[in-house]
């Protein structure tokens, strides 16, 4: 392979190992909520001029890019089986030069934390050990692993409650919601890579309980969204965004009982709920929060 046909591979490969496609949606959710939620006053221009926050920005989203890098070098074997293509061209960087970068980006993520104030590099320095926790430990026990999974999911949405001092019952409601859609989504992804895990004598719900069992529970979860759903829909400032719970429950009601009665369906579904998610990071721009 020519030397830039081979840089040129590599270059795909870093982006699909941090799974580009996330870290952009994070980025947008992430610039969304703080000012949707949290500065609804400023406009975007001072959002993007506000130095602190765009290293915040910054740390949050070269954190997760490194956590998926460490996440991927455990879970090489189990990969191979459950997503070959995708971790073929994966494989493009070796396992050294994963490590390289993955040490690389963390060093990354606290010295640019650090422009912002110690305690924001301490913040970003406990979550990075948070993520090698789970990749090393966590993610081979039973449940913990995604409860574990969705909290480190919406972790760097703390720091934004840090950065602006602010935190309401709404802003908690719809945290509420979003963990529970998330651990959902990381549920269900246990069905999609049972082949793998299985193989890697991995511990996930539906290995350990059953398939049947754990859609009862995911059944279960999807009945408490209801909660805070029925909590946000209460404050006026809600806005349009009531709309888009009222479609999201109606779709996912649909797709939640295709999947529950044909198996067939749980990739439909999974995306279903993947689209729902995308959606809802764009619908808080409906909200009218004062």
Do not use: C
């Amino acid at each position: 392979m020519r030397p830039q046909q081979s840089l040129t591979a590599q270059i795909f490969s870093f982006f699909a190992l941090v799974r580009v496609q996330n870290i952009i949606l994070l980025s947008v959710a992430f610039f969304l909520t703080s000012k949707y939620f949290f500065a609804p006053q400023d406009n975007f221009w001072q959002l993007l001029n506000d130095h602190k926050f765009i290293a915040l920005l910054l740390a949050s989203t070269i954190s997760i890019a490194s956590g998926y890098i460490i996440n991927g070098f455990y879970d090489l074997k189990k990969d191979m089986i459950n997503r070959p293509d995708k971790t073929i061209l994966e494989q493009q960087l070796s396992q050294t030069k994963r490590l390289y970068l993955y040490f690389g980006l963390n060093l990354l993520a606290v010295i640019i934390a650090s422009f912002i104030s110690w305690r924001a590099a301490l913040f970003f320095s406990v979550y990075i050990f948070l993520i090698w926790i789970y990749s090393h430990k966590i993610q081979n026990i039973v449940f913990i692993n995604n409860l574990w999974i969705t909290i480190l999911s919406i972790f760097p949405f703390f720091g934004i409650f840090l950065y602006f001092k602010k935190v309401n019952s709404f802003i908690l409601w719809h945290a509420g919601f979003l963990f529970l859609i998330l651990l959902i989504k990381n549920m269900l992804k246990d069905f999609i890579n049972i082949k793998g895990d299985i193989v890697e004598n991995k511990q996930t719900l539906p290995i350990i309980y059953g398939e049947q069992k754990t859609k009862n529970i995911i059944l279960l979860i999807s009945l408490l969204t209801f909660v805070p759903i029925i909590k946000l829909l209460q404050y006026s400032y809600i806005g349009n965004m009531r709309y888009y719970f009222y479609v999201a429950i109606f779709l996912y009601a649909i797709g939640f009982i295709w999947f529950y009665l044909k198996p067939v369906a749980l990739q439909y579904f999974y995306i279903l709920v993947k689209v729902l998610i995308a959606i809802g990071v764009f619908a808080v721009m409906l909200i009218h929060f004062k």
